[in-house]
């Protein structure tokens, strides 16, 4: 929790507390009774928000797993149906890479609803480094594209779909000139078609933000919730003692500091690739995927797999 809402919590608990106990206020109350039910309907309607964004932060691994688990079989496939001569065998598979590649650099594109640009959030990112944002798409592409290719990916908006198009645009060429049978170039196609479903869903996340009309009254609720809270705690630690009326202070403190909390849980939560420490690490299953491609290649330059920088891996 970050200072000022430390310093705002007090300040909401201890002003009531004040008038109550020095200036003699004593009006300045609330049932309890009915601050539980406040309190009991926003811990429903935070729970909802919560179990909504960690949906679709599941949903988003879920996605980025299935990718994994088809770039294996592309390599599989590819290896298989073109032999080893055979320039379309790399072609294909570097391809691929950079198919990843663009698309993991789509992905983590700043959108005005995320949480990166808030200040807390700009401060935090210190901590861990955001390839997406730091390096050049372009010195990846040049490494597994023709010059051509390059030029003309480069050169569009929709890159990894692009990508994803030359691919076919391959196979069908491959199955003009007899290179794979039939059966082959449907197993191939069927496995592109899987990429296009995968690279969807991702953007439906991305380009979906969690409901805004649930996210603004969440955070008007658990406020209004945190700021009412000390004039529902008064009377009742009041009559344990006069004394007593000054622990609502930081009992309140307390209070607001959970609610407020488990409100950024699910805020930090429904947004999975945004750049933040508690996203899906595509940026590492890319590596992952790159990895196990070259490998299938037989390459002996294999870059290393990503580490987590402070226990965060991006």
Same mark, same amino acid.
């Given at each position: 929790?970050?200072?000022?809402?430390?310093?705002?919590?007090?300040?909401?608990?201890?002003?009531?507390?004040?008038?109550?106990?020095?200036?003699?206020?004593?009006?300045?109350?609330?049932?309890?009774?009915?601050?539980?039910?406040?309190?009991?309907?926003?811990?429903f +309607?935070? @729970?909802?928000?919560? %179990?909504? #964004?960690? $949906?679709?932060?599941?949903?988003?691994?879920? +996605?980025? @797993?299935?990718?994994? %688990?088809? #770039?294996? $079989?592309?390599?599989?496939?590819?290896?298989d149906f073109i032999p080893d001569d055979a320039p379309a065998r790399q072609r294909l598979l570097h391809r691929h890479i950079a198919w990843v590649t663009a698309l993991r650099f789509q992905l983590r594109e700043?959108?005005?609803?995320?949480?990166?640009?808030?200040?807390?959030?700009?401060?935090?990112?210190?901590?861990?480094?955001?390839?997406?944002w730091q390096a050049k798409i372009e010195d990846t592409l040049t490494l597994l594209l023709s010059p051509a290719e390059c030029q003309s990916v480069l050169a569009r908006k929709s890159r990894a779909i692009l990508l994803l198009t030359l691919q076919g645009r391959d196979l069908r060429q491959l199955h003009a000139n007899g290179a794979i049978t039939e059966l082959q170039h449907?197993?191939?196609?069927?496995?592109?078609?899987?990429?296009?479903?995968?690279?969807?869903?991702?953007?439906?996340?991305?380009?979906?933000?969690?409901?805004?009309?649930?996210a603004t009254l969440n955070l008007l609720?658990?406020?209004?919730?945190?700021?009412?809270?000390?004039?529902g705690l008064l009377p009742e630690f009041h009559k344990m003692g006069p004394h007593f009326a000054w622990a609502v202070i930081p009992a309140s403190m307390v209070l607001a500091w959970i609610f407020h909390?488990?409100?950024?849980?699910?805020?930090?939560?429904?947004?999975?690739?945004?750049?933040?420490?508690?996203?899906v690490p595509i940026t590492a299953m890319s590596?992952?995927?790159?990895?196990?491609?070259?490998?299938?290649l037989g390459e002996t330059e294999i870059p290393p797999a990503l580490e987590p920088h402070n226990n965060i891996l991006m």
């Open positions: 929790m970050d200072p000022p809402r430390i310093k705002l919590f007090f300040l909401i608990a201890a002003v009531p507390t004040l008038l109550f106990t020095l200036a003699g206020w004593t009006w300045l109350t609330l049932p309890w009774q009915p601050m539980a039910v406040v309190g009991t309907a926003v811990a +309607i935070t @729970g909802f928000k919560n %179990n909504a #964004s960690y $949906a679709r932060l599941w949903e988003a691994r879920q +996605i980025w @797993g299935a990718i994994i %688990n088809g #770039s294996r $079989a592309w390599a599989l496939l590819v290896a700043p959108r005005p609803w995320e949480n990166m640009q808030r200040q807390a959030n700009i401060e935090y990112r210190k901590k861990y480094p955001i390839d997406e449907i197993e191939l196609e069927r496995t592109l078609v899987s990429f296009i479903d995968a690279q969807g869903r991702s953007e439906r996340i991305k380009n979906f933000p969690y409901p805004r009309q649930f609720f658990t406020w209004t919730f945190i700021v009412l809270v000390p004039f909390t488990m409100d950024k849980i699910g805020t930090s939560s429904e947004n999975p690739f945004e750049g933040g420490p508690n996203d590596r992952t995927i790159e990895i196990d491609l070259r490998q299938a």
